[in-house]
Structures are given as structure tokens and as C-alpha cells.
């Protein structure tokens, strides 16, 4: 496993991280407790020490999952989760702040992660979704000090909304935000216009998300695939999408070759080609998972010639839902 600083925080982050959404047991079937644990487990065998949840994760239930596992290890992981909207609204529409992270509410969500995850301090606290009209308020400002001089905090970051990479460049300037969260793969590649070059110029830490879109980016999805009703993947995936996104991975592979040899190789080492990523976070709920995943923290980054030639494959989905 390679370690990548995340940001001006000085933590040394596994580059491949654990992203602990599908082990919630809401909005992903076809899971199981024991096998997440047994991924999970193996994924710190091999090396990974940072661990992505959030409170709205199965109400809790991924929280409490990551929490079992480390009071049964010894090594240092580091842990990052997220405080809910309170009004529900994913992603963030331009209402008052204290409709969404009023202070004593982020207080509150806090001291609820803290005891799901049985630790006394929360290494990374994000704010689970964003809007840059609150980036001057002082209300989140006060609440995440508070937390922070009473060391139930370490750092702050932001989860940015959905395909939105640049809402959220004023709260970075304001000083008070250590890391940012935000989909990053070869069909989403928008932060490298203007997120990235604002993280690398404030030494933000970067957790890139969604590197396999959604599964899209793997291969999985066919266009006669069909989700549970209840599966998130299911309204991703909706309409016409999975035909789309189909064409295009079929004109994907014709780029497997020596630099990856499979799609999600090639997804996953693209997203950790950018020098701003700190860590990637995909999904790993199964050992195959694991193992495939952190085969690519090796230290290989795609060529440039690579890089350009993906370019031609990103995909602005902002006004096709």
C-alpha cells in the first residue's frame, strides 16, 4: 500500500481508502454484515488506514460496523464520517444555513457518530452536503470550533454535492476547511478544471469518490440490468442511462491494454493519477473487492499520453437526470 499526506492535515493516508456507504444496509442490497467485516478487515491487513462513513449510512448502522472493527485492532485508522442535512434536501438547495447545519444540530450528529463509533474523537468531520452561500456564516464556524477545542474533532471537510465541484471554493478560502470530498473518475472528470488547482494552491486534502461510477465504470452494467426498487443503483441508472452508459464503456475497453489490464483497474488508476488526490474511497463490500482494489496502490500512475486520450470519454451529466 502507498500513503499520500491529506493535505495540510500532515495525516499519511492509505491512497486507497474504505468507502463504507454500501455497508449501510439502506439504498444497497445484496449486502452482508459478516462479509464487510471480513473485507474491511482484510483491507487493513493489507495495509488501507482510513475509512469513510457517515451518520445517514443505514441510520448509523455503517458507523457502528466500522466502530466493531477497530476496537478489535491495534493499528491507527483513521476515520472520517459526515453530519446529515437536517432537512433532509441531498443535494444542497440555497436555503438558510440553520435549515440544514444549524450548530447545536451539528454538535448533536457529532456526539451521535462519536458513540456509534465508540472513539473519543472524529479524525475527519464533513459536512455531508454544501452550498458555498453559507461559506461566510459564522454559525458552522463557531460549532466546528467548539468541537475542535473540546477534541471531539480533529479536521473539517465538505462532501460536495453531486457533480457540483466548484460549490464550495469560497468555504475553502475561508481557511476553516481541511479536505474536500467529490466524485472524481473518467466520465466525472470536472474538479480538474477548478477544484483541484484551488486544493493544490490551500493544501486541501482530497478524498475522490464514486472512482467506478456507481459500477458503470467496471463494466457490470448492461443495459438490461435491473436493480431491486429499493437499490440506490436503480434510480442512478434510470431511464435510458444504463444503454449510455454501456456505449460508452464498450469504447472504453478499447484503451485496456499494458498501463490496465481490466475497466476497473483503469478507472481506479485513473483517479489516482492526479497529484491533488489524497485517497480514493471506493466501495468494497466483498474480499474480491479488497484485493482488486488495493492490487493498484502500487505506485503506477497512468501515462500522460493516457490521460489525454481519456479526456474524450468525460461525461457532463449535470442536465441528464
Not at 486534502?205 to 456507481?214: C, K, M, Q, S, T
Request: some cysteine.
Amino acid at each position: 500500500m502507498n500513503y499520500r499526506t491529506l493535505g495540510r492535515t500532515g495525516i499519511h493516508v492509505s491512497e486507497v481508502g474504505y468507502g463504507a456507504w454500501g455497508i449501510g444496509g439502506v439504498q444497497w442490497t445484496g449486502g452482508d454484515d459478516d462479509e464487510a467485516k471480513r473485507a474491511l478487515n482484510l483491507a487493513i491487513d493489507l495495509g488501507l488506514n482510513f475509512i469513510d462513513t457517515a451518520l445517514a449510512y443505514g441510520r448509523g448502522h455503517s458507523e457502528r460496523l466500522v466502530g466493531e472493527v477497530l476496537r478489535a485492532r491495534k493499528e491507527r485508522i483513521f476515520v472520517a464520517t459526515k453530519i446529515p442535512p437536517m432537512n433532509q434536501q441531498w443535494p444542497a438547495q440555497a436555503v438558510p444555513l440553520h435549515e440544514v447545519f444549524p450548530a447545536e444540530y451539528i454538535i448533536e450528529c457529532t456526539e451521535r457518530s462519536l458513540r456509534n463509533l465508540n472513539v473519543e474523537k472524529i479524525d475527519l468531520q464533513q459536512f455531508h452536503v454544501w452550498h458555498d452561500n453559507w461559506a461566510e456564516r459564522t454559525e458552522w464556524i463557531e460549532a466546528i470550533s467548539t468541537l475542535r477545542q473540546q477534541g471531539k474533532v480533529g479536521h473539517v471537510g465538505i462532501s460536495i454535492n453531486d457533480y457540483q465541484p466548484a460549490n464550495v471554493i469560497k468555504a475553502l478560502r475561508t481557511g476553516h476547511i481541511d479536505a474536500v470530498q467529490v466524485i472524481y473518475n473518467i466520465f466525472e472528470q470536472a474538479p480538474n478544471d477548478e477544484l483541484y488547482p484551488v486544493c493544490q494552491e490551500l493544501n486541501i486534502g482530497v478524498l475522490a469518490r464514486v472512482p467506478f461510477d456507481e459500477g458503470g465504470l467496471t463494466g457490470a452494467i448492461k443495459p438490461d440490468t435491473v436493480f431491486p426498487e429499493d437499490d440506490f443503483r436503480s434510480w442512478f441508472f434510470r431511464g435510458n442511462r444504463k444503454q449510455k452508459v454501456f456505449d460508452r464503456v464498450e469504447k472504453l475497453k478499447t484503451m485496456l491494454g499494458p498501463e490496465a489490464a481490466t475497466l476497473p483497474e483503469l478507472a481506479l488508476r485513473y483517479t489516482l493519477s492526479h497529484d491533488a488526490v489524497s485517497t480514493v474511497i471506493p466501495g468494497m463490500r466483498t474480499i474480491k473487492h479488497v484485493e482488486s482494489n488495493i492490487a493498484c496502490s502500487d505506485g503506477r500512475k497512468l501515462t500522460p499520453e493516457l490521460l489525454e486520450t481519456l479526456k474524450a470519454f468525460a461525461w457532463d451529466r449535470t442536465g441528464d437526470w
